[in-house]
């Protein structure tokens, strides 16, 4: 069974605090992804990577950076957190760079609520 | 660029009522189309698709068709339960895999 694993399901923080969010896929997938999910606005999209160390810009990636060492790991940073941070937080992965045909598959989310 | 309009929510059906969630798409190319749906307390789950003009999209009674001259893919059940209940997401893959979604819809169904 695919299996992508957010790190958290709920976190408190702190105004200020650095934040990281970790995302596991064991699927072997190359392409990872990062959104938030508020209500009315749907899914957007932070930051994606297609491989190891590559990282490209989503539609809101102000406030937010990701890392990608491994190719089944990939780890979104808030730097300095902030309450309109405060949002639900969904990792997927996909298969290759130009896949149109494929679905992404979705970690359980993680709350993220700053205070 | 590209979007995704879905109808407004939360929608409210009788257990066995007939549903129907509207998407349209605003895309250059050809994208594939999809609808996903999330369950209370979980992250999204692939419920269909479909890939090219004309394609019909099914899975659990669910059924969306690809159609490219009105730039819709509706998604349809003709009896729904109590079960179904979640919030559905259309959304399109572009090239490079990257998924653009609509605001999402709620169902509510009553017993």
């Known amino acids: 069974d695919v299996k992508v694993t957010q790190s958290s399901r709920y976190l408190v923080k702190r105004t200020g605090e650095k934040v990281f969010l970790e995302c596991v896929q064991d699927?072997?997938?190359?392409?990872m992804f990062w959104y938030r999910q508020d209500p009315g606005l749907g899914l957007r999209l932070i930051y994606f990577?297609?491989?190891?160390?590559?990282?490209e810009k989503g539609d809101i990636p102000e406030g937010y950076s990701v890392s990608r060492e491994k190719k089944e790991r990939f780890s979104l940073i808030l730097e300095s957190a902030s309450t309109n941070q405060t949002s639900m937080y969904l990792c997927?992965?996909?298969?290759?760079?130009?896949?149109?045909?494929?679905?992404?598959?979705f970690g359980q989310g993680t709350r993220l609520t700053v205070v | 660029g590209n979007s995704v309009t879905q109808m407004e929510g939360p929608v409210t059906l009788s257990e066995e009522a007939f549903l129907t969630i509207n998407c349209t798409y605003t895309?250059?190319?050809?994208?594939?189309l999809f609808w996903y749906v999330q369950y209370p307390g979980e992250g999204l789950q692939l419920l269909l698709k479909?890939?090219?003009?004309?394609d019909k999209g099914s899975n659990k009674g669910f059924e969306a068709t690809y159609r490219k001259e009105t730039t819709s893919f509706h998604l349809e059940k003709g009896s729904v339960q109590v079960s179904d209940s979640a919030v559905y997401f259309c959304?399109?893959?572009?090239?490079?895999?990257?998924?653009?979604f609509g605001q999402g819809t709620e169902l509510s169904v009553k017993p």
């Open positions: 997927a992965s996909s298969f290759p760079r130009g896949g149109r045909y494929t679905e992404a598959f």
């Open positions: 699927m072997d997938h190359e392409n």
């Open positions: 990577s297609y491989d190891v160390k590559m990282k």
């Open positions: 895309a250059t190319g050809y994208p594939s």
């Open positions: 479909a890939t090219k003009a004309d």
């Open positions: 959304a399109l893959n572009q090239q490079g895999g990257k998924l653009i």
